[in-house]
T-cell receptor, first 118, second 112 residues
């Protein structure tokens, strides 16, 4: 099946620094990728939809200046948490929609990145 | 707006039991429904994907059913094992953008 990777898998940073998380579709092209956030013992909440070559679409309540998304190619989307604070600590998961599988709306999920801001 | 509910929130069973996890959704206009497993501190493992035209999918000891008209899906786990202990999430993609709405999950504990 299709594979989506994320890097890094875990990151610890100091408050005030910025952290970049990469999401890659390894064996398929994805015009659309999605970024989710998961709080402890809660389900995944969609943060934004990342569209290749255009601006991301953010869900209500998500600060676009705080969570910068860039989708520069059909296989890579990045999420940058700017000026991170302890409340940004969370598990971030991306997913990618297979271009060829658009009729089935199949999403493939990455393994997640755990961010801890001290 | 799609809402996904999973019942029960937690379940504890002795090893060997068959069990059913429930997922309900409010908007029946779905492309598919996906069941995931998540171990503590880990990412998602896709278990089963049911297309909207299908009624069920099977993989090993797992069987997922889908009833679009009633907005329900069930995940049946046969002969449960301690290794099945995890949180099980169901997710429904949106109708046009593909973005998924997740349920809060059912945390399963299978006791030896």
């Amino acid at each position: 099946g299709a594979v989506v990777s994320q890097h890094p898998s875990r990151v610890i940073c100091k408050s005030g620094t910025s952290v970049k998380i990469e999401c890659r579709s390894l064996d398929f092209q994805a015009t659309t990728m999605f970024w989710y956030r998961q709080f402890p013992k809660k389900s995944l909440m969609l943060m934004a939809t990342s569209n290749e070559g255009s601006k991301a679409t953010y869900e209500q309540g998500v600060e676009k200046d705080k969570f910068l998304i860039n989708h520069a190619s059909l296989t890579l989307s990045t999420l940058t948490v700017t000026s991170a604070h302890p409340e940004d600590s969370s598990f971030y998961i991306c997913s990618a929609r297979d271009l060829k599988g658009s009729s089935q709306e199949t999403q493939y999920f990455g393994p997640g990145t755990r961010l801890l801001v001290l | 707006k799609q809402e996904v509910t999973q019942i029960p929130a937690a379940l504890s069973v002795p090893e060997g039991e068959n069990l059913v996890l429930n997922c309900s959704f409010t908007d029946s206009a779905i492309y598919n429904l996906q069941w995931f497993r998540q171990d503590p501190g880990k990412g998602l493992t896709s278990l089963l994907l049911i297309q909207s035209s299908q009624r069920e999918q099977t993989s090993g000891r797992l069987n997922a059913s889908l009833d679009k008209s009633s907005g329900r899906s069930t995940l049946y786990i046969a002969a449960s094992q301690p290794g099945d202990s995890a949180t099980y999430l169901c997710a429904v993609p949106g109708t046009n953008a593909g973005k998924s709405t997740f349920g809060d999950g059912t945390t399963l504990t299978v006791k030896p």
